[in-house]
Nanobody
Framework: QVQLVESGGGLVQPGGSLRLSCAASGSMFRTYAMGWYRQAPGKQRELVAGIFSGNNTNYADSVKGRFTISRDNVKNTMYLQMNSLKPEDTAVYYC?????????WGQGTQVTVSS
């Protein structure tokens, strides 16, 4: 079973930036399409961005042009560069397979955008 550990969240002012990381155990990471998800208080978990094993990417309309997803298959790590952050980006961010998470969900990393 692949284990996923998210990190890099924090408190940032509107317009600021953060870079999230997702470390995955196991040698099969490179074969999976992976994605970032988020869940805001009182809302359902939603898909933010996805990256295929060949590095093609997809983004939710709400983050297009602001977020960039990438992966390093040597390090078994995926990243989410988040720029021009807005208060509505506040959520717990998770990583998992794309477009639907099939592994056990990690603890996530909290992102709070507030002045």
């Amino acid at each position: 079973q692949v284990q996923l550990v998210e990190s890099g969240g924090g408190l940032v002012q509107p317009g600021g930036s953060l870079r999230l990381s997702c470390a995955a155990s196991g040698s099969m990471f490179r074969t999976y399409a992976m994605g970032w998800y988020r869940q805001a208080p009182g809302k359902q978990r939603e898909l933010v961005a996805g990256i295929f094993s060949g590095n093609n990417t997809n983004y939710a309309d709400s983050v297009k042009g602001r977020f960039t997803i990438s992966r390093d298959n040597v390090k078994n790590t995926m990243y989410l560069q988040m720029n021009s952050l807005k208060p509505e980006d506040t959520a717990v961010y998770y990583c998992n397979t794309y477009p639907k998470g099939v592994f056990s969900w990690g603890q996530g990393t909290q992102v709070t955008v507030s002045s």
